[in-house]
């Protein structure tokens, strides 16, 4: 679907985790790619054979040709008509190509090369940026994804991880495992 799309994008969520550890480790519901915000009108004509949805505030909502995700909004997902499938979830993000920022606090910022890694040809989120996104409300399969990458963070991503949740989640319950 994305082949000759000329915008950057990265896997991120569980998908990306299991980038970086190499292997499936558990079930997905779905696959979640990031742009930046900027890069959506090349995304939304890229994938014109497909109907777009803006989603936040318990709200989807198909979109127009042409119109592009309200500024409060940041979720998309990408629906196969024909096939009736959803096939993919974009998040739109505030960074652009050389810089990554987390969406959820603009100060959280890094060089995207330091923040996106590459498997197969595929690029993929870091994992310490994906837990920090997964840490906010942890589930079952976060602790799941943390329990798998932890043995696996080098030095430098477990203090960057490490040092953001102590100023974000200063109580959160990996810091210690950290």
């Given at each position: 679907?994305l082949?000759?799309?000329?915008?950057?994008?990265?896997?991120?969520?569980g998908?990306a985790?299991?980038?970086?550890?190499?292997?499936?480790t558990?079930?997905?519901?779905?696959?979640?790619?990031?742009?930046?915000?900027?890069?959506?009108?090349?995304?939304?004509?890229?994938?014109?054979?497909?109907?777009?949805?803006?989603?936040?505030?318990?709200?989807?909502?198909?979109?127009?040709?042409?119109?592009?995700?309200?500024?409060?909004?940041?979720?998309?997902?990408?629906l196969?008509?024909?096939?009736?499938?959803?096939r993919?979830?974009?998040?739109?993000?505030?960074?652009?190509?050389?810089?990554w920022?987390?969406?959820?606090?603009?100060?959280?910022?890094?060089?995207?090369?330091?923040?996106?890694s590459?498997?197969?040809?595929?690029?993929?989120?870091?994992?310490?940026?994906?837990?920090?996104?997964?840490?906010?409300?942890?589930?079952?399969?976060?602790?799941a994804?943390?329990a798998?990458?932890l043995?696996?963070?080098?030095?430098?991503?477990r203090?960057?991880?490490?040092?953001?949740l102590?100023?974000?989640?200063?109580?959160?319950?990996?810091?210690?495992?950290?």
């Open positions: 679907m082949a000759g799309l000329d915008v950057t994008w990265c896997v991120v969520g998908w985790i299991d980038l970086f550890l190499g292997r499936e558990r079930s997905h519901g779905d696959l979640e790619i990031a742009i930046a915000r900027a890069d959506f009108p090349r995304l939304r004509d890229h994938l014109r054979a497909y109907r777009l949805h803006s989603v936040g505030n318990g709200e989807v909502r198909a979109m127009s040709a042409g119109e592009v995700t309200p500024p409060d909004k940041h979720q998309n997902w990408v196969d008509v024909d096939e009736d499938v959803w993919m979830d974009v998040m739109l993000e505030p960074g652009d190509e050389a810089t920022v987390y969406r959820r606090d603009e100060s959280v910022r890094a060089p995207r090369q330091r923040m996106v590459t498997r197969d040809g595929v690029s993929f989120l870091k994992p310490e940026a994906v837990l920090l996104y997964k840490a906010k409300a942890t589930r079952p399969k976060d602790e994804d943390f798998a990458c043995p696996l963070l080098d030095g430098e991503a203090h960057w991880l490490r040092t953001i102590t100023r974000l989640h200063p109580e959160h319950s990996w810091l210690s495992a950290l």
